[in-house]
């Protein structure tokens, strides 16, 4: 158990809708991460929040938003949503900010657009 | 260009064999930190180890060993005396420490889905 929390496990939803996927990072870790896996893909960065503040952002697309709250917990908000957004998006946490930092990752929340 | 390359796309052994897994990456930066990362079954990605540019002793953690050369840029990971649970998907992953705005981003490479048979 890494200790990072994502909810829901699994999602399914239709084209055009939005989906919110929530993350509490393990305890004492100011840092999250957002990454998308899938088969084209397979695992992309897409953004990174520290202390509440937005520090690097991947290949996120517009439709896609996120933020950290104040008790450090994360968003991850997925709009407009298409067939080719099906994947499995993993949130993980460090305890810093650095490249240094392993991060652990949560078991993921399964998102499949019918 | 892909920063990490994991040419196996899958391996499978027999219990006990050996294995390496080969992880080849590319970086102009001169501080960055190398990572292996195991995926189960169950889909969970679990850490293994870290490795930053300025070290390159070998490092072994019971069965696991990691070969580190900056010579050829590779960052390689074998098992020894492998078992049916080493069965996962294992990922080779670099962050580069010169880039502020790329602080802790993860780059990985495709995975090495490795099989041992029993």
């Known amino acids: 158990d890494s200790g990072v929390t994502q909810t829901p496990k699994h999602l399914i939803t239709a084209t055009g809708q939005r989906v919110t996927l929530r993350c509490s990072p393990r305890?004492?870790?100011?840092?999250v991460y957002w990454y998308q896996q899938s088969l084209d893909q397979g695992l992309q960065f897409l953004i990174q929040?520290?202390?509440?503040?937005?520090?690097a952002k991947g290949n996120i697309l517009e439709r896609f938003s996120a933020q950290q709250f104040p008790d450090l917990h994360s968003e991850l908000n997925l709009s407009s949503l298409e067939l080719g957004d099906s994947a499995l998006y993993f949130c993980?946490?460090?305890?810093?900010?650095?490249?240094?930092?392993?991060?652990?990752f949560g078991d993921g929340t399964r998102l499949s657009i019918l | 260009a892909q920063k990490v390359t994991q040419a196996q796309t899958e391996i499978s052994v027999v219990e006990k064999e050996d294995v390496t897994l080969d992880c080849v990456y590319e970086t102009r930066d001169t501080t960055y930190y190398l990572f292996w990362y195991k995926q189960p079954p169950s889909g969970e990605l679990v850490f293994l180890i870290r490795r930053n540019s300025f070290d390159e002793q070998n490092e072994i953690s019971g069965r696991y060993s990691w070969n580190f050369q900056k010579s050829t840029s590779s960052f390689n990971f074998t098992i020894t005396a492998s078992q049916v649970v080493d069965s996962a998907v294992y990922f080779c992953a670099l962050s580069e420490g010169n880039r502020g705005s790329t602080l802790g981003r993860l780059y990985f490479g495709r995975g090495t889905q490795l099989t041992v048979w029993p």
């Open positions: 993980a946490s460090s305890v810093g900010l650095g490249p240094h930092q392993p991060q652990h």
């Open positions: 305890s004492g870790d100011l840092s």
């Open positions: 929040y520290y202390n509440g503040e937005e520090r």
